[in-house]
């Protein structure tokens, strides 16, 4: 399916008057749902740039991959709701309209998922990556810098090819990454095992013994990392198609795309929420919580979002989806999850009927509900960005993939509005005034009491030598 160009889409012509009077005829496009978008590309040969920090206003690409309908809260994946394709589709399903145009056929899944299957297992020279790391290394941290080293061991791949290793290898690493956390033995990939299955087995059997996953996990976890599948331009896949506009290695992207998510108000936000309602504690402590969040001091993390000022549609499913795993646990549910369920629901309710939030627009997020399901599933904390990370790896690759082949593109390169000094005349160093306070002088003074990361404390001899002074145990 080739995509349409920007270029067939113009309908309208904007004009833009420049301080200077002069007049400028700006190409308006309409795209097939959402705003018109005009066309600033002619406006650097004026002699102006637009100015537009965290793209609130400008369109980067044009892409046929999903639509956010922020207002009416609607998002389309390939034009089908996410509604519909939760209802009826699994992950490996969604991943396939994402990179093909359209819904596959029966034969067509089977070929594709026993694919991604096949390709789960990581090269043994990949394991000793993992022991480099300290046991109690962020797993995200592991993500970045284990799935970056793919490119290592894959640079002459078709795009195709490329786009099922990343389905189907970061799983893998995501439960090694677990697996060495705790210091248990890796557990391989089964090919008798679904997508979701294998994940869960990876992560909680052991050699010693087998882990057979509830179903209502296993359906669960699909339905999450379909939810995360694509989304857009978010800041994590606009990271992906930056990073591959300088023709970098695909998996070295998708591994700039993961160290973008992991920040708390991106990805991390699945972490941030469920520390959140740990911090909070209690159902009486809910209005107290949310007066700081009034005064700034504290944001009320899984709400809100750039696109959405409405509900977000995957937090409705994901709520539902909380719902069920708690109910599916029954008597087995640890009474800590019910009341932090407890302390959701009052947060939820208390915002949506508070000004700040409604007159801001402020709705939950797809991240309000995903921690506590996942809790419920036995997944720890730290792994919970992870999972986004998986889930969205086929929204990055479809995209880096659709980003590389745009007719006409060309590196990404912003221009920026430059507000430091003007040219000044150099001064000599002996001539140079000391400003002891300066960003960088407090972590050097600091350094030099400290030592450095060794616990080693250097001072510099008189001939420029470096000179250990004192050893720190
Ligand atoms: N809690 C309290 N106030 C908020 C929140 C929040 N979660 N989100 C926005 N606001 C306020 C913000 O302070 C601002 O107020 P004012 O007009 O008085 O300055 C107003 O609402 C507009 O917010 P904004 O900062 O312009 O919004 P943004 O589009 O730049 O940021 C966001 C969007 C998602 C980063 C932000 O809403 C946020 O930090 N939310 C909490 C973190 C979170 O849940 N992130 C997950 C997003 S969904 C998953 C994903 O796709 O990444």
Known sequence: MSQPKSDDRKKQTATLTLPDGKMVELPVYTPSDGPPCIDVRTLQSYGYYTYDPGFTSTASCSSVLS???????????????????????????????????????????????????????????????????????????????????????????????????????????????????????????????????????????????????????????????????????????????????????????????????????????????????????????????????????????????RVYKNVDPRAKQMKVLCDQVINALGENCDPTLHNLLQVALTLEKAALADEYFTQRKLFPNVDFYSGLTLTAMGIPTSMFTVLFAIGRSVGWIAQWKESVEETGRRISRPRQMYIGETERPFIKIDDRIANDDGFIDTAVKRQRSLGNDHGVVHTVGQKGMIRTTSFKS
């Open 67 to 305: 639509y956010i309908d922020g207002p009416k809260g609607l998002l389309l994946h390939r034009g089908y709701r996410i509604e519909d394709l939760a209802a009826n589709c699994s992950y490996l399903e969604v991943a396939y309209l994402l990179l093909n145009g359209n819904l596959p056929t029966r034969k067509h899944l089977e070929e594709f998922t026993s694919s991604v299957l096949a390709m789960m297992m990581l090269h043994m020279k990949l394991r000793s990556f993992f022991q480099g790391f300290k046991d109690n290394a962020h797993p995200m941290a592991i993500m970045v810098g284990v799935v970056g080293s793919l490119s290592a061991f894959y640079d002459n791949d078709d795009r195709a090819t490329t786009a099922l290793r990343v389905i189907a290898k970061l799983p893998t690493i995501a439960a090694m990454a677990y697996k060495h956390s705790i210091g248990q033995p890796y557990i391989y990939p089964r090919a008798d095992l679904s997508y979701a299955e294998n994940f869960l087995h990876m992560m909680f059997a052991t050699p010693f013994e087998e882990y057979q996953a509830p179903d209502a996990f296993v359906k669960a976890l699909d339905l999450i990392l379909l939810l995360h599948a694509d989304h857009e331009q978010n800041a994590s896949t606009t990271t992906v198609r930056i990073a591959g506009s300088s023709d970098a290695n695909p998996l070295a992207c998708v591994a700039a795309g993961i160290a973008s998510l992991w920040g708390p108000m991106h990805g991390g936000a699945n972490e941030a929420t469920i520390k959140m309602l740990r911090e909070i504690g209690t159902v009486e402590a809910v209005p107290e919580f949310l007066e700081r969040v009034k005064t700034k001091e504290c944001k009320l993390m899984g709400f809100g979002h």
